[in-house]
């Protein structure tokens, strides 16, 4: 009984006890707390709706307990004097009703969301059981990608909100470099068609009715691309005309320049503008990868008293900004981890966001250093559906079991789940899925959801597919990345065949014709399930699409590589008529399903990423190709 259940999160502990409590119309929902209408909106109403839908029962909410025993059908009772964790709840079902208990109202919300699943799961009949329950995370998040090219409807945003609060999340991010529309600066999102200040309002009392609070988040160093390229922000760029990273050269400007008064200028601006939508008394400063730091403007400054005493001190120029305004700031830890000497002199009211997204990510070693100088933190491990068109599941969970394993050792204070969308976001948004509820699974109890099934749960929880079919497929093409035999840093190769020039995919060692066989056949075993779904979800129809697509998308990059390797002229040419036919088409659909769930801003970039292969496929890049290596089997060309 207690498998069938399939809870998500696993509780903490659970004990079935023997028999059985018939549900019948007619009962009551008690709210017995001092202020019961703080509960009607976010738990009761929730509780009612489910179970109207599930067994076509409707219960009446009161609020005191004045009420006959044997009309109770359910008893919240919150107490602050009850001896439970913080956020944490004791659900009792008898034979007699369903008893929860809470301390705190964040703890009876979650409680109902348990009781919701086993509703769902188990209808009429609910097993007798008693299921104690509290979070390893006291803060558990999930950060959405919003500047890169896409963003989200507000349909989608409270679909996606309703889903996570319950997986018990308690915080989202949206992650902004020119996302929001600031009023004083249309010039720099007027094609980004950005969240506007009155959808932030509506979406933050919609998320704090479910407990969820709504961080505002707006990169203040780096990342700050989409600004410094424009004319009229470039006098505060770093560098103008490139720089260098760790991974090549980079055109155009990054970061503020710390040695420019004008920046924090510039950032009060920015706060004073955002900040009033939000009820949240944090945020997010970002402040990550400023790589370009030293090799512009602020050379010398780098030069005379080193590269981490300037980020040092136009760090804590913005946290007195964000002071200022009465919030507590969150920042990225790069400087933490590349320039461990200045840990000492980093204010202590701050949070510091370890942050890393490949498997063997050095969390352990990272957060050991943050706890040792007392500053609080968060892990913030990622979903890894970013540059892989269909995740990468085992990464992504190693990835996920990694930060809260190092989490829960070193007390951190949350765990912040990331979901980026680099180089065009081109992941559908259901790709995501499986990251996430993984990640809200092992922040709220690790050791309970360990051993978690996932594709199971994830077909039930998030696809409410009871046949397990889509959660299936989903999990494994999210594995499908492994079969190609290459597996670059933070990405997929058959993403990176997708962004590639033709004879770049050629001249990268390791790609074989065998693999990219083998690779096809994975794709079409890991397809299968997708005949076989029954998804009970509204959108379900959609969701089928944005599978077959992603599926589409990762075979063109199979053939793609093919055509790149391939050898034999006469193939090669019906390869490349195949993918030049194939690119419409699938952009075509590409850009159907985007409209769907997202705004139309950052579409035409997005898109046109794709639109560049049906350029490539339809001149004769692939005969010189070929040529070449009849002619002694150049790997680059002229």
Not at 397 to 406: F, G
Request: aromatic share 10%; hydrophobic share 40%; net charge negative.
């Amino acid at each position: 009984m207690e498998n069938k259940l399939l809870l998500m999160p696993t509780p903490r502990r659970l004990e079935m006890e023997g028999g059985q409590y018939s549900m019948a119309g007619g009962r009551l929902i008690l709210l017995d707390t001092k202020n019961p209408q703080a509960l009607l909106f976010s738990m009761a109403r929730r509780f009612q709706r489910a179970l109207l839908a599930r067994c076509g029962l409707q219960w009446e909410i009161v609020g005191s307990p004045a009420v006959p025993a044997s009309l109770t059908g359910l008893a919240v009772h919150v107490h602050p004097e009850f001896d439970i964790p913080d956020q944490g709840y004791l659900l009792v079902i008898s034979a007699q009703g369903i008893s929860l208990r809470a301390r705190e109202l964040a703890g009876a919300f979650y409680g109902v969301c348990t009781l919701i699943q086993i509703v769902d799961r188990c209808g009429f009949s609910l097993p007798c059981l008693r299921i104690t329950d509290s979070p390893d995370f006291p803060a558990r998040g999930v950060m959405l990608d919003v500047s890169r090219e896409r963003v989200p409807s507000m349909e989608t945003l409270y679909s996606l909100v309703d889903m996570l609060a319950g997986w018990k999340i308690n915080q989202l991010q949206l992650y902004t470099e020119h996302a929001f529309a600031y009023r004083q600066h249309p010039q720099v999102w007027e094609k980004v068609t950005p969240i506007t200040g009155q959808e932030v309002m509506e979406l933050d009392v919609f998320c704090r009715e479910r407990f969820i609070e709504l961080v505002p988040n707006q990169q203040s160093f780096g990342h700050l691309a989409p600004w410094l390229n424009h004319p009229d922000y470039k006098h505060l760029a770093e560098v103008e005309d490139g720089f260098q990273t760790p991974w090549g050269y980079r055109q155009g400007s990054f970061s503020l320049s710390p040695i420019d008064p004008g920046s924090i200028e510039f950032l009060r601006g920015l706060y004073a503008e955002l900040l009033p939508h939000f009820s949240s008394r944090m945020l997010n400063v970002g402040c990550d990868e400023t790589w370009d730091i030293g090799q512009g403007r602020s050379k010398e400054a780098c030069a005379r008293t080193g590269r981490g005493r300037v980020h040092l001190d136009f760090l804590n120029q913005v946290f007195q900004e964000v002071r200022r305004f009465g919030r507590t700031p969150q920042f990225w830890g790069d400087i933490l981890v590349e320039h461990p000497e200045v840990i000492p002199e980093l204010p202590r009211d701050g949070i510091v966001l370890e942050w890393g997204y490949e498997a063997d990510h050095p969390f352990d070693e990272h957060v050991s250093l943050i706890e040792a100088s007392g500053i609080p933190f968060y892990v913030c491990p990622g979903t890894s559906s970013w540059c892989s068109l269909a995740g990468r599941t085992d990464n992504a969970l190693a990835n996920l079991r990694s930060a809260a394993e190092s989490g829960v050792k070193h007390g951190a204070s949350g765990y912040l789940n990331t979901d980026w969308g680099d180089y065009g976001h081109w992941q559908a948004w259901p790709v995501s899925y499986l990251g996430m509820i993984a990640g809200a699974a092992y922040a709220w109890s690790l050791e309970s959801n360990r051993d978690l099934d996932l594709a199971e749960s994830l077909s039930w929880h998030a696809f409410q597919d009871a046949s397990g079919a889509t959660g299936r497929a989903a999990f494994d093409l999210g594995n499908v990345y492994r079969a190609v035999g290459i597996e670059p840093h933070n990405s997929s190769a058959l993403f990176r065949i997708m962004q590639w020039p033709l004879e770049q995919i050629r001249a990268a060692e390791g790609f074989t014709l065998a693999n990219f066989e083998k690779t096809l056949e994975a794709i079409e075993t890991a397809s299968e399930p997708l005949s076989r779904t029954r998804m009970e979800r509204p959108d379900r129809e959609l969701v089928q699409d944005e599978f077959e697509l992603t599926a589409r998308l990762l075979r063109h990059a199979c053939c793609r590589g093919l055509l790149a390797l391939e050898d034999e002229p006469q193939k090669a040419s019906g390869i490349q008529r195949q993918l030049a036919a194939d690119v419409p088409a699938l952009v075509a659909e590409y850009r159907r399903i985007w409209l769907r769930r997202n705004r139309t801003g950052g579409l035409a970039e997005s898109s046109a990423r794709l639109e560049k292969l049906y350029q490539e496929y339809t001149s004769n890049i692939s005969d010189k190709i070929s040529m070449q290596r009849e002619q002694g089997g150049v790997d680059e060309l002229s």
